[in-house]
């Protein structure tokens, strides 16, 4: 039996959660751990009680919908952000991320890493890169990451072992027996 190290441990996670998001266009999940303990998670997606685009149909983007351009993306979407969102259920139940890690399954826009570095988090692990097509705001978000106090940035990706690991025991329930019963 495969057991994934610390990171991919968490980063499989980071992902588990994501299924959770309201977004059509891009789900993403994050976790946030302390001590190798997860003290939040959270996903892409709207306010408490409000609909989810994903409620719409697979398809249903409101921003899209409405015709906004993409720089304009964080003022129309309906979404709050997975790092934003786990950062906020940690405030609701009191607890402090000061030396905290964070995994996430898309490397945090600027809005988040200013919410990050002001929550104490202190390790950013991501899975994808954000992909921006401006040049410019990829030049200041980088020096950003320097200026936030960030000791690790570093992009993490599951081994496919890992995944199919995961895949064989989601196939069957996780008590079912692999070992026969003693005498």
């Known amino acids: 039996m495969l057991r994934p190290d610390w990171h991919e441990y968490f980063m499989l996670i980071a992902k588990l959660v994501a299924i959770r998001s309201g977004c059509n266009s891009r789900p993403t999940g994050a976790v946030i751990v302390k001590d190798k303990r997860i003290l939040a998670t959270g996903y892409n997606g709207p306010m408490p009680g409000a609909w989810h685009c994903t409620d719409k149909g697979p398809h249903y983007c409101f921003r899209r919908e409405k015709g906004i351009p993409d720089i304009d993306k964080y003022n129309f979407c309906r979404a709050s952000h997975a790092e934003a969102n786990a950062i906020a259920q940690a405030a609701r139940f009191g607890l402090s991320l000061e030396g ?13 890493l200013k919410l990050i570095a002001s929550a104490g988090i202190k390790e ?8 921006s ?12 990451i320097k200026e936030a106090g960030i000791r690790v940035f570093k ?16 196939e069957f329930p996780t008590s079912q027996r692999r070992l026969p019963p003693t005498k």
């Open 100 to 112: 905290a890690s964070l995994y996430c399954t898309l490397a945090p826009c600027y809005v988040c």
């Open 133 to 144: 097509r401006d040049f410019e705001r990829d030049t200041f978000w980088r020096e950003a």
């Open 124 to 131: 950013i692990y991501f899975e994808y890169d954000y992909e």
């Open 155 to 170: 992009q993490i990706k599951v081994s496919d072992t890992t995944l199919l690991a995961v895949d064989k025991i989601l």
